[in-house]
């Protein structure tokens, strides 16, 4: 119940629910098997890079939210990257921070928390082994190093922090242990007497940062987690860079990713861009402006036709239909939430507000988004169930429903 009142409170207010998205995705099927037959290849040690393209309220953010819990479901661990002014793709160093700061899987929400629950899980298997502390230390930094041979071959230093963290910890010395988890995070203000203590140089920097990423991924994998998959929204803010050299940088370190993937090099990751369709055709700051990419990834066959296994896949707008299975879906949860019959009052006429809100999106010459009609749909069941005794008719409805949406367009 709680869980829902998150979800309609989210959806109210133009966002997207922190969990339970699953519950009301529709129109997307198609999508999320392709999404899921990708999972299965990264599984298997494959790397693939998918792009979403749809329109600002289209349900880009929405459907990466739905991916990223179908991702926890099936054991990978998932980031989740906002490309802004602050966290620029030109500068790679800090997008692969980003990646690391929020790192989540299903039973946590960190690389630290990750790292405890593989020290963990060494531990008790040494402790079934022997009651003698000192042998337990020594069986859990043999099984370390053993765990740690894939990620060594990517970067020899991220494996050491790692070691060094756990070192640490034993000898009780945890401002090193803490050190070390916030160099393997990519902080760069750590002197270099500290760096020393735990056996690395220098820090993340725009050369080795892709090391770091490989190595990360390796590590995740080494732990028994089906992979890593790494998703980047708001891509469309490359297009607002205003010199061409910072937004070629942002858009070669994408084209990168794809000849990375598609080589082989980087294993058990899915890397998945989310942007507005302006970012894949603006042929002057968007990803036409760069040959290098758009070659890699612009549609080889002209027509209307749907390819979901083509490197962009095209997220089209909400039919009738799916509007409609929407709208149930939320008066049933309302109805929960609120413990009112819901149904009772809407169901009848949500053909009729499907149609008022295509109709107003043809009059101002918009398309249907989801995210609107969502937010108009919920603001009259609100007030339908406060003001029930004003409210009681569908004229009524119909009424405030039209007249919320014309505040909408304004």
């Given at each position: 119940m709680d869980d829902y009142e998150d979800i309609i409170h989210a959806l109210k207010e133009g966002n997207v629910p922190p969990k339970g998205t699953s519950e009301i995705c529709v129109g997307r099927t198609l999508e999320i098997e392709e999404m899921k037959r990708l999972f299965e290849k990264i599984k298997n040690g494959k790397a693939a890079t998918k792009f979403l393209e749809g329109d600002y309220g289209g349900g880009k953010s929405f459907l990466l939210k739905v991916i990223e819990e179908i991702a926890f479901k099936d054991n990978f661990v998932v980031s989740k990257v906002t490309?802004?002014?602050?966290?620029?793709?030109?500068?790679?160093?800090?997008?692969?921070?980003?990646?690391?700061?929020?790192?989540?899987?299903?039973?946590?929400?960190?690389?630290?928390?990750?790292?405890?629950?593989?020290?963990?899980?060494?531990?008790?298997?040494?402790?079934?082994?022997?009651?003698?502390p000192s042998r337990q230390n020594a069986i859990v930094s043999e099984n370390m190093v053993q765990d740690l041979e894939e990620t060594r071959k990517y970067s020899n230093s991220f494996a050491v922090a790692i070691e060094k963290y756990h070192q640490a910890l034993i000898s009780g010395d945890t401002e090193t242990a803490n050190y070390a988890q916030a160099w393997l995070r990519g902080d760069s203000n750590i002197p270099f007497a500290v760096k020393k203590k735990f056996g690395v140089k220098g820090d993340v920097t725009k050369e080795n940062a892709f090391t770091f990423l490989e190595a990360l991924s390796a590590f995740v994998r080494s732990l028994g987690y089906s992979g890593l998959v790494i998703l980047v929204d708001e891509v469309e803010y490359i297009r607002s860079l205003q010199m061409t050299k910072l937004r070629d940088g942002a858009y070669d370190y994408i084209r990168y990713i794809f000849d990375e993937c598609?080589?082989?090099?980087?294993?058990?990751?899915?890397?998945?861009?989310?942007?507005?369709?302006?970012?894949?055709?603006?042929?002057?700051?968007?990803?036409?402006?760069?040959?290098?990419?758009?070659?890699?990834?612009?549609?080889a066959l002209d027509t209307d036709h749907k390819d979901l296994r083509k490197p962009i896949m095209r997220l089209e707008g909400f039919k009738k239909e799916e509007l409609k299975e929407l709208g149930s879906k939320i008066v049933d949860m309302h109805a929960q939430v609120y413990d009112w019959d819901a149904g009772s009052r809407m169901n009848s006429i949500i053909d009729e507000l499907v149609d008022i809100h295509e109709n107003n999106a043809l009059l101002t010459g918009g398309k249907t988004t989801p995210r609107e009609f969502v937010r108009t749909f919920l603001s009259v069941l609100d007030t339908i169930q406060q003001n029930s005794s004003e409210l009681d008719s569908d004229e009524a409805i119909l009424k405030i429903f039209e007249e919320r949406e014309v505040e909408e367009e304004w």
């Open positions: 490309i802004t002014r602050d966290i620029p793709f030109y500068k790679f160093e800090e997008v692969y921070k980003n990646i690391v700061q929020t790192l989540r899987c299903k039973t946590g929400t960190s690389l630290e928390h990750i790292i405890e629950r593989w020290l963990t899980g060494l531990r008790m298997v040494a402790m079934e082994e022997t009651d003698d598609n080589l082989g090099n980087f294993e058990s990751t899915l890397f998945i861009f989310a942007g507005t369709s302006e970012f894949f055709e603006d042929q002057k700051k968007g990803v036409p402006s760069y040959q290098a990419l758009y070659d890699r990834i612009k549609d």
